[in-house]
C-alpha cells in the first residue's frame, strides 16, 4: 500500500498483537501482512536462511473501556519502558513472538486518554516517510510507523440527561403557556387581543359570606357563636389589675 489516506480512522486501536499468520488473525483484527510498497511484512524472516516461521503484526479498533497510547520498538536487551507491556507471545499459537526485538504497548483507560495511537503501517526502512506517522523503531530492516490523533471524549448519561432537560421546556413553563397565551403575549410585549379581554371575572355574591344570616347553631350541645358574641361574652377589662398597679 504505497498511497494512505489523510483521513484519521473513526476508532483508536485498542489492542495490538503478533500472529503465524495472516490467515490466523482473531476476529476484527487487521493483519499488516504487506509494507506500503507491497512487499512481505514478515518480522522474523531471515536474511541468510529461508525460515519457515513467520510472524505478522495485527491490531483491532474494536471498542473497548482501554486504547493504545503508545507502541516502541525495542531490543530485546533492553530494559522495559515504565508502564509498557511487551508482546511476548503469538495471539493463534503462545509460541514466542519475535527475536532480537520486542515490541512494547503501553494501553490507558479511554476515560483518562488525550491521543491514542489509530493505524500501524510498515515500511521498508530506507525507502521514504509516512506523512502524519512516527517511526517507533525498526525490524528486520523494516520501520515499524504509527499514526496518532485525538481521543473524543463521549459525554456521560448524567452529563446527556442534564443536557436534556436544559434544552427541554419546563412543565410548568409548557401548562402556563396552554393555559394563557394571552399572558405570554403580555410578557414579550407582543399582546394580542383574545375573546377573553374585557370579559369581568367576578365571584356571585352566592359565594360571600352573609354576616345578617349567621344564626346560632346547636349542634350535640355545642353552640356555634360569631366572634363578635365570643368577644362581647368573654370581655375583660383588666381593672382590677390596673388599680393594684396604681
Not at 523503531?137 to 523494516?142: C, H, L, Q, R, Y
Not at 347553631?217 to 362581647?232: H, P, W
Request: charged share 25%.
Amino acid at each position: 500500500m504505497s498511497e494512505l489516506s489523510n483521513q484519521l480512522p473513526s476508532d483508536p486501536i485498542s489492542s495490538v498483537g503478533i500472529i503465524t499468520s495472516p490467515s490466523k488473525a482473531p476476529e476484527d483484527y487487521t493483519v499488516v501482512a504487506q509494507t506500503t510498497d507491497g512487499s512481505d511484512a514478515d518480522l522474523w524472516k531471515d536474511g541468510l536462511f529461508k525460515s519457515k516461521v513467520t510472524r505478522y503484526l495485527c491490531f483491532t479498533r474494536k471498542p473497548g473501556p482501554d486504547v493504545v497510547v503508545d507502541i516502541k520498538v525495542i531490543d530485546i536487551k533492553e530494559p522495559l519502558p515504565e508502564g509498557y507491556t511487551p508482546v511476548e507471545e503469538t495471539m493463534d499459537t503462545k509460541e514466542t513472538a519475535m527475536r532480537k526485538r520486542r515490541l512494547c504497548v503501553k494501553i490507558s483507560p479511554r476515560a483518562a486518554a488525550e491521543t491514542a495511537v489509530y493505524d500501524i503501517q510498515i515500511i521498508a526502512k530506507t525507502k521514504y516517510h509516512l506523512v502524519n506517522y512516527t517511526c517507533i523503531g525498526d525490524i528486520n530492516s523494516m520501520g515499524i510507523w504509527n499514526r496518532k490523533g485525538d481521543v473524543p471524549k463521549h459525554k456521560s448519561s448524567q452529563e446527556t440527561a442534564s443536557t436534556a432537560n436544559t434544552e427541554a421546556p419546563s412543565t410548568t413553563a409548557s401548562r402556563r403557556t396552554m393555559s394563557r397565551p394571552d399572558y405570554e403575549h403580555q410578557n414579550s410585549g407582543n399582546y394580542t387581543m383574545t375573546a377573553l379581554d374585557d370579559v369581568p371575572f367576578v365571584v356571585p355574591e352566592k359565594f360571600f359570606p352573609n354576616p345578617k344570616e349567621m344564626q346560632q347553631v346547636n349542634l350535640m350541645g355545642i353552640t356555634i357563636k360569631s366572634l363578635a358574641e365570643i368577644e362581647e361574652e368573654f370581655q375583660y377589662n383588666f381593672s382590677t389589675e390596673r388599680s393594684i398597679a396604681v
